[in-house]
């Protein structure tokens, strides 16, 4: 079973640029989560999908950051302008359907290096 | 709200010794929890996990008991190995499908 691919592995931006982040989760998994993790940090829920709608952006910060999941497959996150504090790895992760009570494994892609200068 | 505390690393060990990786949690409800693992140049992976009180996770060799009297689950595991080297992550779903994880612990295991 193929896992979850994200691409590209690693970019360099400077401040104020914009970038993009792909994620293709494992067939079948309903439920999409892009997470952000800074150098030294555990990661951190940035946006969260069931199908193509969003569960939970709470955490988002949507003056910068836009995700979108059409078709409920695939997966992409943008950032618009970046900072120097948006360096970080992001992790793209995916499950099966959420459910009431059901906790179900989140499987992580190899991550996005992002470094911005 | 809901957060996740991990001792501090790097934990640097001889092979064969005993590990434990302490890891505490502040909660609403019933959460699950677990324990995610990261080796060198790989992704996340999960190791073990905890639905409810007094559940206890295995895997590899690795346990961890989910104490709710004292919000704990913390990792042990009874003899380290060189390939234990990573670095180890807690985290905790409020059963809403988010993880909320804590910082990392790193395991350094020397020949």
């Known amino acids: 079973e193929a896992g979850v691919a994200q691409s590209p592995r690693y970019k360099i931006i400077e401040k104020r640029q914009s970038v993009a982040f792909w994620c293709n989760p494992i067939s079948g998994h309903a439920t999409l989560y892009w997470y952000q993790q800074i150098l030294g940090q555990g990661p951190k829920l940035l946006i969260q999908f069931q199908n193509n709608g969003v569960v939970d952006d709470s955490q988002l910060p949507k003056d910068r950051f836009s995700a979108e999941r059409l078709k409920g497959v695939d997966s992409t996150l943008k950032i618009q302008p970046a900072k120097l504090e948006d360096s970080a790895v992001y992790l793209c992760?995916?499950?099966?359907?959420?459910?009431?009570?059901?906790?179900?494994?989140?499987?992580f892609g190899p991550g996005t290096r992002l470094t911005v200068t | 709200g809901n957060s996740v505390t991990q001792m501090e690393g790097p934990v640097t060990l001889s092979e064969e010794a005993f590990l434990t990786i302490n890891c505490t949690y502040t909660a609403t409800g019933y959460p699950s929890l677990f324990w995610y693992v990261q080796y060198p140049g790989e992704g996340l992976q999960l190791l073990l996990k905890a639905t409810k009180a007094d559940d206890k996770g295995s895997n590899k060799g690795f346990e961890a008991t989910y104490r709710k009297e004292t919000t704990s689950f913390h990792l042990e595991k009874g003899s380290v190995q060189v390939s234990d080297s990573a670095v180890y992550f807690c985290a905790l779903n409020p059963n809403t499908g988010k993880l909320i994880f804590g910082q990392g612990t790193t395991l350094q295991v020397k020949p």
């Open positions: 992760a995916s499950s099966l359907a959420l459910q009431t009570g059901g906790v179900y494994e989140q499987y």
